[in-house]
């Protein structure tokens, strides 16, 4: 099935970008981490970024998220710009418009209750009630510990609950960081066959894994981010010797 | 039994007023991490303003409330978070909680403006003070069950607001995780924003039903400080726990209603009778004595990090020396009223010489340091009419001025005990407290006390009658063969003389083995004590040092007023100090005297300009005296304060950063030059060629020229300095990145430190 896509997605006559990454540069105060990455995403499409920790592949996330100003360059979805560069953050609006971050590791709000965590995602124009079904549906553990504070949950629960918000809020541009990230193998492929379910919905996919494998069953496109930089582009099967190489060399 | 129950619904309400205002200052810490220490003064505004409405204009009340607690509150919040509290979010700690107090001055001061002061006002209880209904034979008034009814009413509508509206969840999201919170498309600011609404909304309400429930005149300072006494409940919720509020408010209701009870309303144990209006703050110290330690380790911590180099001693006498000269200079040609001004600055400025070394030097936080300074008069003056048997004419002993700082060590010492677990806000709460029991206990004191001691007198009773009179009478001294009693102008001399000894000890004990200790306690409290050195000895002889200057600083203060009454040290007195000198620097003996010559001279003076002014142009009579004057001293030490707070190490530092190019050696003709200028210009003053102003005006004008005029003559020196003040603002490595952001420049240097080769670890390098 991945392989199909892998090759008729690119040349499909209805894709076009749906998020464009153009000459990106990105600081944390006036530390530069991102030095004019370009990456260009199609339409319906799931990309897969890899590469090693620290690379500034959460940041490309953030910046696309509108969590991080940009400090030169420009990030285009749909082709309308999101920010220009040193404007304030504007995360909340994206969220509204459609952008969904799901972060590394922090995805939920420990201190809230299940339920309220799910209350949050309304603010993106669903209801509770459809949300709570989604949620419910998908995963049913979630049901059952609704009044739970989420910050008492498992790993794999909390991971749930995160990309919960990716099912029930109908997202147009899906941002996905390190789902994998410690968390069994079995969780791991529960969470990407729901990616798998979004991905046949035509939403676009954004994901950032550290190990090619994770993604291969999913993705059609990949590169590998080094050093703040896009150092490769290509198909992930090829890109996982690469990725390789990045990993022992540590340089380009 | 019928007493019982109604002093226990009498317990419920007060403890419901409390709850009401521990939420809201619970909600606004929670959301935005600031400790609102305005949150009584924003009530007892609140309350002032229903007066405006319900009493002074005859609205009805419910008009009046409503535009109270539905309208301005809200408004007032809003902008409040808008333009304060969001500036704060990326600010040093010591500034959060600087900027609060600021606050809580501008609107005590602001309340004073507007309604005159001390012209209290009476509010009323609800339905009138006599509506009361009976339950058997216990009679409960109207009012209290309104309080009542609303607690409830708004703990419902808190609970609605919080857990069942959308904007409820938003905020309790951004206290868990602001990013994520925008991630789902919720809105930090707006949730702020709503909390401090729903924060001063409280606050107005609680100032409401409190100020009317004491059916008397109001008067702000006291108002504000009942709501604060609600903070007690919020630090037993921990800040964070609604429901630990609630309960830690009815129980602070309670202890005062029983109070009440037992003591027959004061009647019985009248020496005790201070300790009702006490009880929420000595619950308060219990409740952060007791509080686990870790559950306040993640709130504000406030650290006073130096960045300047001490003084060498022989440049510190220099300054010392110049100092006193100055105060001699000053004597031929100041009129009594400047002396007097200037004497009261001298004495405040030593009594914030304590803070130099307690928070400069020790980082350890004192938000009262007049109150030591008035347990030290209060000894001196018991010592002259105990010991001595002296009277008012007679003069200071040294003995009388030694034991008041040996007492004000001890208090010092007992006070470090709790503050030796805390820190920051905590700390500043603990001296807050103190401050407000000491001024209940002992500074309001009226009873005389006898005791029958067997070696005192010839079988006469020791009697202490702290403030019998509702005054304190301190001589002066007359020591040296010179009568500071008759002369102001020696006075002033000698308190400068003081002051600069006092502060040339200081640098000296900056500089000595103790301390570096004390700076290295401050720096890293955790580090310090893997070194070995004993935190808690530090601590208690900091707390009992620091105290004890600030003891010999009230005494001089008391025998420069002559007669002084609890007034002069309660601690709304005392905050102004506080923050003056944290403004102007509180980590240099400089910081203490600009902190002391503001608080005791500059906003008087200005304040006096201004009625020079309207004497010469009285047809804008009104414009000069009752707004521009009384903005003056009732408003400006907090307007400076905030407006200050932004300058970390104190402005008057980048000041001094101007002149220091004229001390180089290159500048020193320079400088002499001005010197012999305003030595001659001096002496065509004191042979009466000029009249005073003249004088004041052109001297004032020159030096504050002068940095101007320098670099002008000589570019120069400046260029030099620039690169000079460039080095000395390196932040030690380990500080970069806490106190400011990492620049490219801070990795080259932290590089160059380690010795590693150029680029290693330089982004940049690359591309
Ligand atoms: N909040 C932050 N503040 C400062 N530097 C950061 C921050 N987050 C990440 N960095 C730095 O930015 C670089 C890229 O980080 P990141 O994007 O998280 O990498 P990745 O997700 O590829 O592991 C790293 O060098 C990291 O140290
Ligand atoms: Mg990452």
């Known amino acids: ?252 | 039994m019928a007493d019982f129950l109604s002093f226990t619904v009498i317990g419920v309400a007060v403890g419901a007023i409390y709850a009401i205002a521990a939420s809201g200052l619970v909600v606004t810490y929670a959301t935005s991490g600031i400790f609102n220490f305005a949150h009584g003064a924003v009530g007892m505004f609140a309350a002032f303003l229903y007066w405006q409405f319900r009493w002074d204009w005859n609205f009805p009340a419910p008009l009046a409330i409503f535009l109270v607690i539905f309208v301005f509150c809200p408004i007032f919040g809003a902008l409040l978070e808008r333009f304060v509290m969001r500036g704060l979010q990326n600010t040093m700690e010591i500034t959060k909680l600087v900027v609060p107090i600021a606050l809580l001055l501008l609107l005590t001061g602001s309340a004073s403006w507007i309604w005159g002061d001390p012209i209290p006002e009476t509010l009323r209880r609800f339905f009138g003070p006599d509506k009361k209904i009976t339950i058997g034979d216990t009679f409960i008034s109207w009012h209290h069950i309104i309080v009542l009814i609303v607690a409830v009413l708004m703990a419902a509508g808190l609970y609605v607001v919080l857990y069942k509206m959308r904007i409820g969840v938003n905020m309790r999201a951004v206290v868990d995780n602001p990013e994520l919170t925008q991630l789902n498309g919720g809105r930090p600011v707006l949730a702020a924003s709503f909390s401090w609404m729903i924060g001063t909304a409280l606050a107005g309400l609680a100032g409401v039903l409190i100020g009317s429930l004491q059916n008397a005149a109001i008067n702000n300072l006291a108002l504000t400080l009942l709501i604060v006494d609600a903070y007690a409940a919020a630090i037993f919720g921990k800040l964070r726990s609604l429901t630990l509020t609630f309960v830690g408010a009815i129980v602070v209701g309670l202890s005062i209603s029983y109070w009440n009870w037992l003591s027959d309303t004061g009647q019985k144990w009248t020496w005790l009778s201070g300790f009702r209006i006490s009880i929420p703050v000595v619950l308060l110290v219990i409740v952060l004595i007791l509080l686990p330690h870790e559950r306040l380790r993640g709130a504000v911590v406030s650290r006073f990090k130096e960045r300047f180099s001490v003084p060498t001693i022989p440049k510190a006498a220099l300054w010392a020396g110049v100092l006193v000269l100055f105060f001699a200079a000053a004597v031929p040609i100041a009129q009594r009223k400047p002396e007097a001004l200037l004497s009261t600055g001298l004495a405040f400025g030593i009594i914030a010489l304590s803070l130099v070394l307690l928070t400069g030097y020790g980082g350890e936080l004192n938000l009262a340091p007049l109150t030591f300074a008035g347990i030290g008069a209060v000894v001196a003056y018991q010592f002259e009419v105990n010991i001595t048997k002296g009277h008012i004419n007679e003069s200071l002993s040294i003995w009388g001025l030694l034991l008041a700082a040996a007492v004000c060590a001890l208090v010092g010492a007992i006070i470090a005990l709790p503050a030796l677990r805390l820190r920051g806000l905590y700390q500043g709460l603990v001296t807050f407290g103190f401050a407000i029991f000491v001024t209940n206990m002992v500074f309001k004191q009226r009873r005389t006390l006898h005791f029958n001691l067997p070696w005192y007198g010839d079988g006469e009773d020791f009697e202490i009658n702290i403030f019998t009179g509702g005054g304190l009478f301190v001589p002066r001294p007359n020591w040296f063969g010179i009568d500071f009693r008759i002369s102001n102008s020696n006075y002033m001399v000698f308190l400068a003389v003081v002051f600069a000894l006092i502060g040339l000890g200081l640098v000296a004990l900056r500089r000595s083995t103790y301390g570096r200790r004390l700076a290295a306690m401050k720096d890293s409290p955790a580090a310090s004590a893997t070194l070995g050195m004993s935190l808690v000895k530090m601590k208690l002889s900091v707390f009992a040092l620091s105290s004890a200057i600030a003891g010999v600083g009230g005494v001089l203060y008391a025998a420069q007023q002559g007669a002084s009454d609890e007034n002069s040290w309660v601690i709304t007195a005392s905050l102004p100090l506080v923050l003056l000198t944290v403004v102007a620097g509180v980590g240099y003996v400089s910081g203490a005297f600009a902190g002391g010559i503001l608080t005791g001279v500059f906003f008087v003076m200005l304040g006096d300009v201004f009625l020079k002014l309207s004497v010469d142009y009285s047809a804008f009579e009104w414009l000069f005296t009752d707004v521009v004057k009384d903005f003056f001293i009732f408003v400006g030490p907090a307007f400076a304060a905030i407006s200050l707070a932004t300058s970390p190490a104190g402005f008057l530092n980048d000041m001094f950063d101007n002149y220091r190019p004229l001390t180089s050696r290159r500048g020193l003709p320079l400088l002499s030059a001005w010197v012999v200028f305003q030595g001659l210009f001096y002496l065509w003053r004191i042979t009466d060629g000029i009249g005073t102003w003249t004088f004041m005006l052109v001297s004032l004008g020159v030096a504050l020229l002068l940095p101007a005029i320098a670099q002008v003559i000589r570019p120069d020196l400046y260029i030099d300095a620039k690169t000079l003040k460039q080095r000395r603002e390196e932040l030690p490595l380990e500080l970069v990145g806490v106190d400011r952001p990492i620049t490219a420049q801070d990795v080259k240097q932290a590089d160059a430190a380690l010795q590693l080769p150029v680029g290693v670890s330089d982004n940049d390098g690359r591309s």
């Not at chain 1, 309304?122 to 910050?151: C, H, W």
């Not at chain 1, 969780?187 to 991905?199: E, F, K, R, T």
């Open chain 1, 1 to 252: 099935m991945t392989a199909v896509n892998a090759t008729t997605q690119p040349q499909a006559p209805s894709a076009q970008p749906m998020l464009e990454f153009d000459n990106v540069r990105a600081a944390y105060g006036s530390i530069e981490v991102i030095h004019g990455a370009s990456l260009t995403i199609q339409e319906g499409s799931v990309f897969a970024l890899l590469g090693p920790n620290g690379a500034g592949k959460s940041t490309m996330l953030k910046v696309c998220a509108g969590l991080l100003p940009l400090t030169g360059g420009e990030v285009r979805i749909a082709g309308v710009p999101v920010h220009r560069p040193s404007q304030v953050a504007v995360a909340d609006d994206l969220a509204r418009r459609g952008v969904c971050l799901i972060p590394e590791g922090k995805g939920i709000f420990p201190n809230l209750s299940v339920k309220d965590n799910l209350k949050m995602m309304t603010n993106a124009g669903k209801t509770v009630s459809q949300i709570e079904d989604v949620a419910y549906s998908q995963f049913p553990r979630l049901g059952e510990r609704r009044r739970q504070m989420a910050g008492t949950l498992s790993g794999g629960e909390q991971q749930m609950l995160a990309m919960s918000r990716a099912l029930a809020t109908d997202p147009a541009l899906l941002l996905l960081d390190e789902l994998s990230m410690g968390l069994a193998p079995i969780i791991v492929q529960d969470l990407y066959q729901a990616v798998g379910q979004l991905a046949k919905l035509g939403v676009t996919i954004l994901v950032v894994e550290q190990f090619a494998r994770t993604v291969l069953g999913v993705a059609n496109r990949a590169a590998i981010m080094v050093s703040g930089q896009v150092s490769k582009v290509g198909d992930p099967a090829e890109l996982e010797h690469e990725l390789e190489a990045a990993y022992l060399g540590g340089e380009l």
